[in-house]
């Protein structure tokens, strides 16, 4: 089974790490795995995005055009994404964020009050966890318990106060997203 | 030793601090700039050599001195910093001195832009400067190969006293896998015997490229060529991938090497016989391997992020055999597998024998 999974939002909303912590998370896992980012001008207050592709077999490209699972931290990731997202994909968006109007009947689209539950956590910055959880919930590619290992790894020292923190999001984001409003319902 | 997920510049910078580099030169440009970064921490914490040169041209120049000395040295860029370096180059190939270049490719021409690209295919490969010289060029498609391949620039440098070049795309610079380095070499403690290291007691050792009788540099030339002929006998690399009963080949390095593997394995799902050689040295090229598979083959397809440099080669081992075809993005597009697919498809149907077209008729 190979996974292919895109985290987009503004710079600065972590959708970088968070794809690049389920990279740790799937090499510890023994999976292959590439992490890459979009690195062009668009990174200096545009959208910032990573394609993470997870799979038991030697990957080829790293790149995709039809991501099968997609996670939308902001506006402009949620509008570029739902038309590329493959028939029958996932994308969690970050509903207190994005007012997108979904159209396509052919995706599930989970709408997951990111920020918001960010804030209740107690930091904005956890944002991009709540959305990962979520994606956890719904997309088998590796479980709960091998991303917190994860972190516990491979999070840097300096950050190693929210460590805890991560983890709650991560279980906040499973929380909602099992009660989270699809479309099509 | 464990995998580390590891990006394509740091991987490099520390391969070459692993292979025991003596000297770094650089200076900063977009996308190789964290393997400058890297390095930057690395060598003074070692007690090495890290300049931040004033410019590519002054970087180029330093590694010709410093290699002159016997050290392990090099210098990395993109694009257009090689593109400086160009008249250095020439002048350390002269000198035969050896020397370790990385390139990772930007869009171009010109400024262009900082985005993954293929073209510097032509400068790297069949000239980086003026004057009959060839160097190695060695192009790694993952982020182990970029460490392995850094390991084999500094060996093959040093046992042929050439440049050996590493040569790849943004893309592998800026991917994320895991992988392995080496354990750390030992510094070499004494000076290979052609350097300037100082001559008391012995004769001196003189290191330049200039050679004003033209006889005199006529035998000199005579001498790299034969060496040259030597690397390409030897040091020829490539992965092939589905290539068991493949009448169609796709040629394709770094990530066009990868997108076409990924565009291989669905055209075999689909039926297709198809399969993919991978180039790993562009120089020497692995001309004698696909002239063998132009024997049996149908036709080929070379997939380049450039708008066709690398098919010249391809196109010359196959010797008109067989139709050669081309599918290339260019100023920093990169191609997907569904497109590289739909001309896999397209050359099926072009090269199908006229006996399996009417059996496919019914």
Redesign the interface.
Known sequence: MTYDIIFSGFGGQGALFAG?LL??AA?DAGR??????S???EMRGGTAHCTVIISEEE???????NPSTVIALNNPSAEKYEPLLATNGYLFYNSSLVSHPFTRRNIHALAIPGSTAAAELGHAKLLNMVLLGAMLAYVPVLPLEAVEQALDN?IPARRRELLEANKLALRKGIELAQRAVQIPA | MT?E?LKGNVAIAEAAVRAGVEAYFGYPI??QTELLEHMSKRMPELGRAFVQAESEVAAINMVYGAASTGKRVMTSSSSPGVSLMQEGLSYIAGSEVPSVIVDVMRGGPGLG???PSQSDYFQMVKMAGHGDYKQIVLAPATVQEAIDLTLLAFDLAEKYRTIATVLLD??IG?????AELPPMRELRQTPPDWAVSGAKGRKKNIISSIHLQPEELETFNHKLQAKLKLIAANEVRYKEYMIEGAELIVVGFG?AG??????V?LARAQGIPVGLLRPITLWPFPEERLSQLADEARGFLVVEMNAGQMIDDVKIAVAGQCPVEFYGRTGGV?P???EVLATIAKLDQATLPANRVAALNG
């Open positions: 690049q990279a740790y090499m292959f795995v590439t992490w890459i980012p690195y062009g001008p990957i080829g490209s790293p790149l995709v055009r491979h | 995998k997920l977009t996308p832009n900082i985005a943004g893309n800026q991917l994320m896998e895991p990530t990868r997108v076409a593997q990924t565009a394995k990169v997907l597998p569904d």
